[in-house]
């Protein structure tokens, strides 16, 4: 069987722009933090341009589109404004995301069968525009194939249920999440998707998914923000990515050995 390429690592830098934010000025500024981030192996920027703009802010997103020397991933709700905000600006990539104002961070996965004619449209004029669009979803059967019906080349699987099981010790949660996500990203695979996956992800669990070959991209921001207090962004992008490098190889030789047989 073919080697299995690397899995990419995206770095969401939301939360420099929330620190920044706290007190006014520019420091710390995201665009320097991406910087960091792609030094240190990062293959790509996330950044989140809320409706609120509690983080990240206009300026930001221009500034790392124009400046960055990888990939911008611009997460969005599929509203009339930031679609417009994505086709002024072209970012790379477009994750659209649910979005509630009163939530801390993004709590769940979009409801793509739900609303499948207005996020048929959004998806529709992004991919129109050269931008390869994602859906932040559950890894629910009838999400993803809501998401191959109107045409997204790519979903995001909402990894949080089970980060939080894990972290809970929730050992039976834990595996019943897990064999979800296993279940949702082989369906996703099979029906012509791009699979990436993110949300509440450490560096064992990153470790763990990363063994997964059907999922090629690895998006992560809080828990790399909060080590790099500690480590220095740096150092905890490049632990980052030594641990998805060992969940990759892990997957690359069990391939090898169902060969074998």
């Known amino acids: 069987m073919p080697a299995l390429l690397p899995i990419r690592l995206g770095v969401n830098i939301d939360h420099v722009a929330t620190v920044r934010n706290a007190r006014g000025g520019r420091h710390p500024d995201p665009l320097r933090v991406a910087e960091i981030a792609i030094a ?3 293959d790509g920027i996330t950044a989140h341009l809320r409706e609120d703009r509690r983080h990240i802010v206009d300026d930001d997103i221009a500034r790392l589109k124009a400046r960055i020397a990888k990939p911008l991933n611009l997460e969005m709700a599929a509203t009339a404004e930031m679609v417009g905000i994505a086709k002024k600006v072209r970012p790379h990539a477009a994750c659209i995301v649910p979005e509630r104002r009163a939530e801390r961070t993004t ?3 979009l409801d793509v069968a739900g609303q ?5 449209a959004a998806v529709g004029e992004l991919s129109a525009c050269g931008i390869r669009v994602s859906l932040f979803i559950a890894a629910e ?3 993803i194939e809501a998401a191959r019906a109107i045409a997204a080349p790519v979903i995001e699987i909402h990894t949080g249920a089970w980060c939080d099981a894990v972290a809970a010790g929730n050992v039976t949660a834990a595996a019943a999440e897990f064999d979800r996500i296993v279940r949702g990203a082989a369906l996703a695979k099979s029906s012509g998707l791009e699979v990436h996956a993110g949300h509440g992800l450490d560096f064992a669990t990153a470790e763990t998914i990363a063994a997964l070959p059907e999922i090629v991209e690895l998006n992560i921001g809080h828990f790399l923000i909060g080590a790099a207090i500690f480590d220095g962004l740096g150092a905890a992008v490049r632990s980052m990515r030594l641990a998805m490098d060992r969940g990759r190889a892990k997957a ?3 391939g090898a050995a169902g060969a074998a047989r």
């Open 40 to 42: 240190a192996g990062a």
């Open 107 to 109: 709590e769940g996965g």
């Open 116 to 120: 499948r004619e207005s996020l048929r």
């Open 141 to 143: 059967p009838a999400q």
């Open 252 to 254: 690359g030789a069990a």
